[in-house]
């Protein structure tokens, strides 16, 4: 099992100078493998090894970067190859305009390469500093740099370590191999929950939660679409353009962090309530197709929100289980009818057994039924079913302003629990 800390970096000018010229390195030796390899010059992963060797031999500038990172962009290139091959047995895919298919490995301009990776930190190239808080990391050819240790580092083994480079922020993320944790230990779950992701609530719970998206980037919009203006009006290579550029990096780097806390934060606060978890195996990359509601699923981060989910309750030794979303908003989780209804309608009323709820609380409870069907256990409808919002802050049940459309609780605004992710 693989463990994950991310820590920010804050190198002197220098350093950045040395970080830069490694990432320039990385790209023009990511552009000479892929000529390489659609001339048919170069085939195997081994052959590119050979091939950067020979090329370190012809221009010693290729010697102050560390050779394990160098061989790791013959890595990815590799593994993008993997996944285009992977991708054309699994869909039709199209031409683009340079005429080669989509998902073919691209050429990355100047200033498109933002990340090199030390794939054996263990032996030496990558060392992190014993205290917590302001510390160092030893960075292979480039010296010792200062970073922030916000979290105690993982027990585990330090396996890789990838520097990247976020808008104007530097950051590292190690890599840590630990032990793999033992499979669930508890096979009737004591408090399973169905959970339903959704737009209108980001995460219904068979409990009768409700949890509002907090939509980043609808909230943020105006603000990036006037920054992009100035962008458009600054002329090309310009100094004044690269500040602009800057200026929009920021402001989508703080929407990726505002979602990844929400995200942590009420993924965090389901985890610790519940030992076992129901959700939905959504095809999220068929359902962005739909370009009017592309925009609006990418805000809510349903794919990392699941994930956060998943590895959360896998580390506690929880059981998560992903079932099929065929006409989970349509049928009864009392009686199994199923009653066809537009999207429009967010009232679920059974026909037959005369059950009535919001449509996404169904929903979640139809998602807990197929759960536990999985594992080969029948729910208990003896108790009955709170439809609310419970408080992060005070355990209390809040009344419903309006049925099957509940307001959550305000994670991002305080009161939030001090426990790690």
């Known amino acids: 099992m693989i463990e994950i800390r991310k820590y920010r970096l804050y190198p002197t000018s220098e350093q950045v100078s040395l970080i830069e010229e490694t990432l320039e390195t990385c790209r023009e030796t990511w552009n000479y493998l892929l000529a390489q390899t659609r001339e048919r010059r170069v085939s195997t992963k081994n052959q590119q090894y050979h091939d950067i060797y020979l090329q370190k031999q012809k221009y010693p500038i290729l010697r102050n970067v560390y050779a394990h990172v160098l061989q790791n962009v ?15 047995k699994r869909e039709s895919v199209r031409r683009r305009k340079d005429g080669m298919l989509e998902g073919y490995p691209r050429f990355k301009l100047f200033g498109r ?40 580092p993982s027990l585990g083994r330090n396996k890789r370590c990838t520097i990247k480079r976020e808008g104007d922020k530097w950051f590292a993320v190690l890599e840590y191999q630990v032990i793999d ?39 943020k919009m105006k603000r990036l679409r006037r920054l992009q203006q100035s962008v458009s009006r600054k002329r090309r290579g310009s100094k004044n353009r690269c500040k602009a550029i800057q200026r929009v990096n920021r402001l989508h780097w703080k929407i990726r962090s505002i979602r990844s806390d ?30 009017n509601l592309a925009r609006s699923i990418s805000d809510a981060g349903w794919y990392q929100l699941s994930f956060d989910i998943r590895y959360k309750a896998e580390r506690e030794r929880k059981q998560v289980v992903f079932v099929s979303p065929s006409y989970t908003s349509t049928d009864c989780s009392r009686c199994g009818y199923r009653h066809e209804m537009p999207l429009s309608i967010r009232t679920f009323h059974c026909e037959r057994c005369g059950f009535e709820t919001g449509r996404d609380p169904n929903s979640a409870c139809e998602i807990l039924n197929r759960g536990l069907q999985e594992i080969g256990v029948e729910r208990s409808n003896s108790k009955p079913m709170e439809i609310g919002v419970q408080s992060l802050n005070r355990w209390e049940i809040q009344p419903i302003e309006e049925v099957g459309i509940v307001k959550g609780p305000d994670i991002h605004e305080g009161g939030s629990s001090h426990k790690r992710f």
Request: aromatic residues 12%.
């Open 113 to 152: 390469y933002n990340s090199f990776t030390y794939p054996d930190a263990y032996n030496g190239s990558v060392k992190l500093g014993i205290s917590l808080r302001k510390t160092k990391i030893y960075l292979s050819k480039i010296g010792y740099v200062p970073i922030i240790v916000h979290r105690a």
């Open 181 to 219: 944790p033992s499979k669930p230990a508890i096979a009737i779950p004591k408090n399973p929950v169905g959970l339903d992701l959704g737009l209108v609530s980001i995460i219904a719970t068979s409990d009768g939660e409700s949890f509002k998206p907090l939509q980043p980037l609808k909230k």
């Open 74 to 88: 013959a890595d990815r290139l590799d593994k993008s190859f993997v996944f285009f091959y992977r991708r054309l």
């Open 262 to 291: 929400f995200n942590h934060k009420l993924s965090r606060y389901i985890v610790n309530g519940h030992d076992f978890f129901a959700l939905e195996n959504l095809n999220i990359r068929g359902m962005v197709r739909n370009h």
